[in-house]
Nanobody
Framework: QVQLVESGGGVVQPGETLRLSCEASGIIIGLYTMAWYRQAPGKQRELVARMISNGGTSYSDSVWGRFFISRDGAKNTVYMRMTNLNPEDTGIYFC???????????WGQGIQVTVAS
């Protein structure tokens, strides 16, 4: 019943910008901690950005100042604007929704972002 559907990925050149979207159904995102993770080839999954239910945000050191997570409650959608992309940002990006105190955790299928010249 719960679905998270990512969109907005693709192939871009270094320095360009993408915005990822995560449209949720079956949950109200304002009641969850929403996050973006990524996994690059040969590397472990990495937390990229997080927004807790009160709207507070946090970012990994590698993307701080370049990536920005936001949400639109009316659309029940979480976004991540990624600016000044570099090849090290290449990977599969996953949207997640969690309520740790309740044991709830949901994941999207992932979407590919490739940064290459």
């Amino acid at each position: 019943q719960v679905q998270l559907v990512e969109s907005g990925g693709g192939v871009v050149q270094p320095g360009e910008t993408l915005r990822l979207s995560c449209e949720a159904s079956g949950i109200i995102i304002g009641l969850y901690t929403m996050a973006w993770y990524r996994q690059a080839p040969g590397k472990q999954r990495e937390l990229v950005a997080r927004m807790i239910s009160n709207g507070g945000t946090s970012y990994s050191d590698s993307v701080w100042g370049r990536f920005f997570i936001s949400r639109d409650g009316a659309k029940n959608t979480v976004y991540m604007r990624m600016t000044n992309l570099n090849p090290e940002d290449t990977g599969i990006y996953f949207c997640s929704a969690e309520r740790p105190g309740f044991g709830d955790s949901y994941w999207g299928q992932g979407i590919q972002v490739t940064v290459a010249s």
